[in-house]
């Protein structure tokens, strides 16, 4: 947050507002603000921030779509000031080779409610850690009754195959060099197709997964984008297909 005016100016007014009077003497410094809010644990923030959403999902009236709760997770890099303690906490990267030094530029993910813009869980992690590791410490906020939205970079078995065990409905885009099943829906006439995706066994041995795991059905649709391409959308088929 940017404040229209110095910190001291700001301390000054709300003591004013406080102690109901003009005072000539500081009750606090623009110093000691900071020392301050250096003492903060950031840990406070993630338990308030659950402590709303919760309130918020147990006593409100809020929106759905056709009954689903609309969650979408993306994730992003952040530019942070290259100081000891956060250099220490997420590392530093070379990321713009013809740039003088190096930068810290943290990796982080949010799951937000695409319909009440709520931020549900924010995760943030070294430049090096995947989207798809920060969203699985972000699984636990998906419940049954869900729909789950995301984009082609969380395409993996892994995540396919949890969501499945979770009964977590999800709507993510494909990319046709992803799966050997997008490739040929890619180069096929269908449009619309229901399949049974069998899990790949080197994928079943990196989730530790025996290889007789069963299959789960899987509805692929191709929808035309208004400058003419094609993307490949998975659904996954709990009931009855999303319409």
């Known amino acids: 947050m940017t404040m229209p005016t110095s910190y001291q100016v700001e301390i000054n007014e709300f003591c004013k507002k406080i102690y109901s009077g003009d005072y000539n003497i ?3 410094t623009a110093g000691a603000l ?12 993630v338990e308030l921030n659950e402590l709303c959403v919760d309130t ?4 409100a009236k809020y929106l759905k779509w056709n009954g689903f709760r609309l969650l979408a997770v993306d994730e992003s890099v952040l530019n942070l000031p ?3 303690n956060i250099i220490n906490k997420f590392g530093s990267e070379d990321y713009v080779k013809q740039s003088n030094g190096v930068k810290c530029m943290p990796r982080c993910s949010l799951l937000y409610d695409v319909l009440n813009l709520i931020p549900v ?4 992690s070294g430049y090096r850690i995947s989207e798809k590791a920060l969203f699985l410490k972000q699984l636990d906020k998906l419940q049954k009754g869900d729909l789950f939205l995301a984009y082609r970079g969380y395409c993996y078995s892994s995540i396919l195959y949890t969501l499945d065990q979770r009964g977590i409905v999800f709507c993510i885009r494909l990319h046709h060099s992803t799966l050997n099943l997008v490739k040929e829906f890619t180069k096929s006439d269908e449009s619309d197709l229901e399949i049974e995706y069998k899990f790949p066994n080197r994928a079943l041995k990196l989730m530790g997964l025996p290889k007789n795991t069963p299959a789960i059905k899987i509805r692929l649709v191709k929808v035309m984008l208004e400058n003419g391409e094609i993307e490949e959308i998975a659904q996954v088929l709990k009931g009855e297909s999303l319409q």
């Open 26 to 28: 500081r009750q606090a």
């Open 34 to 45: 900071s020392q301050a809010k250096a003492k903060l644990n950031p840990q406070a923030f």
């Open 56 to 59: 918020f999902y147990k006593g």
């Open 82 to 84: 290259n100081s000891p």
């Open 121 to 124: 869980d924010a995760q943030v």
